[in-house]
């Protein structure tokens, strides 16, 4: 079930589920053609790329297994867990995190488009802009294990909420990455995906 309510979800795509985890088994251009098409303006949701570690991590905390559950869209993001499902007849699909972004920043986002960056060195986000030309990037590093700083968090989605954009690129791997844009769902102020 995606987590937005059926009357807001752009597009339903059929559900896999596989090794404990929820796919939408798209493509990477299915992937991509769905992310570009999801209005800026909607309430903030989460795309999520499983793969075997989020398998491992989804067993061990309940949270995050009922995040990456509710997740807008989920696509694989792992060659194994894609030859695996495919042994048992199931086609999980293959679109990678990695390569979303990717296109992206290639073919998607414009130079002076808002974007919205949590996690990351400043260097990193400085060689980003460089390299595709980006000039409107709004970006907070917040503290190492920030998610169990109330405080920190707090500061982090009262960033988002003040930067709204059609992405919002949350840059701290799971489960931290997810449990936050959970945070920002609950908060409700946030828009983007």
């Known amino acids: 079930m995606n987590s937005l309510p059926t009357s807001r979800t752009l597009v339903s795509w059929p559900e896999v589920h596989f ?28 795309l ?14 309940d949270e995050f297994n009922r995040i990456s559950a509710n997740a807008w869209l989920s696509t694989n993001d792992s060659r194994v867990l894609k030859q695996a499902a495919r042994f048992g007849g199931v086609d999980l699909g293959f679109a990678p995190g990695a390569h979303i972004v990717d ?3 290639q073919r998607i986002i414009a130079p002076s488009e808002a974007i919205t ?22 970006h907070h590093n917040p503290p190492m294990g920030f998610i169990n700083k109330p ?5 982090a989605i009262d960033f988002v909420a003040a930067h709204p954009a059609r992405f919002v690129f949350v840059a701290m791997g799971p489960p931290q990455s ?4 959970q945070r920002l769902i609950e908060d409700g102020r946030a828009t983007g995906l």
């Open 103 to 105: 296109i992206l920043f």
């Open 151 to 155: 405080e920190a968090v707090a500061v």
């Open 48 to 61: 999520i790329t499983p793969n075997a570690e989020h398998a491992w991590l989804r067993r061990k905390d």
């Open 117 to 138: 960056i949590v996690g990351g060195e400043d260097e990193v986000i400085a060689d980003l802009a460089r390299q595709f030309g980006l000039t409107n990037i709004a």
């Open 19 to 46: 090794a404990g985890l929820r796919f939408h088994a798209l493509s990477l251009d299915e992937a991509v053609a769905a992310v570009a098409a999801r209005p800026a303006s909607l309430p903030f949701d989460i």
């Open 178 to 181: 997810e449990k936050f844009c």
